[in-house]
């Protein structure tokens, strides 16, 4: 599902990686001798900002056959994060799981002037770990969200 976005006056549709290409303000800086590129904030309303977008993969597993399906989804998980850590602007790669709803979900962060070259990409590995996983006995409501995160 697309989402749309009104910031500074204008209508951005195409979710929170369209309004990150739309807002996305680099400054370049000396520093010490060496160039650096800074990211600023896209600011989706007064006090509503963010540098940062996550893309998450989350499904139920079964606690049936000694949580068989949890230990499986963990070493395909295990088998991508290599690709995952090795991504442009990767912030970082966070693993959930809670035993009580039985959820895993992977979120992988990234700054938001790289995020649309991920998804430009097809969010690699998503395709290759999401048919993985869905191949395991006991995942079930295999889903995948787009958000922007930040640190409070």
């Known amino acids: 599902m697309s989402c749309a976005f009104v910031t500074g006056g204008v209508f951005v549709r195409g979710g929170v990686a369209a309004l990150a290409r739309s ?3 680099s400054t370049r800086r000396v520093v010490a001798g060496s160039a650096r590129v800074r990211m600023m904030a896209t600011e989706i309303v007064p006090g509503v ?6 893309r998450e993969w989350r499904f139920k597993w079964s606690a049936d056959n000694d949580k068989k399906s949890l230990e499986e ?5 295990d088998e991508a994060l290599p690709k995952l850590k090795a991504l442009d602007g ?3 790669v966070q693993r959930v799981v809670c035993g009580g709803c039985l959820d895993f ?3 992988t962060s990234l700054s938001a002037d790289k995020y649309g070259d991920w998804e430009a990409a097809g969010f690699a590995p998503e395709e290759d770990f999401l048919g993985k996983v869905k191949a395991i006995d006991g995942i079930s409501t295999v889903e995948t969200q787009t958000f922007t995160i930040m640190p409070m």
């Open 49 to 54: 900002s963010f540098d940062t977008i996550a």
């Open 73 to 77: 989804a963990q070493k395909v998980l």
């Open 90 to 92: 990767i912030k970082d």
């Open 105 to 107: 979900k992977v979120i």
């Open 23 to 25: 807002r996305v303000e």
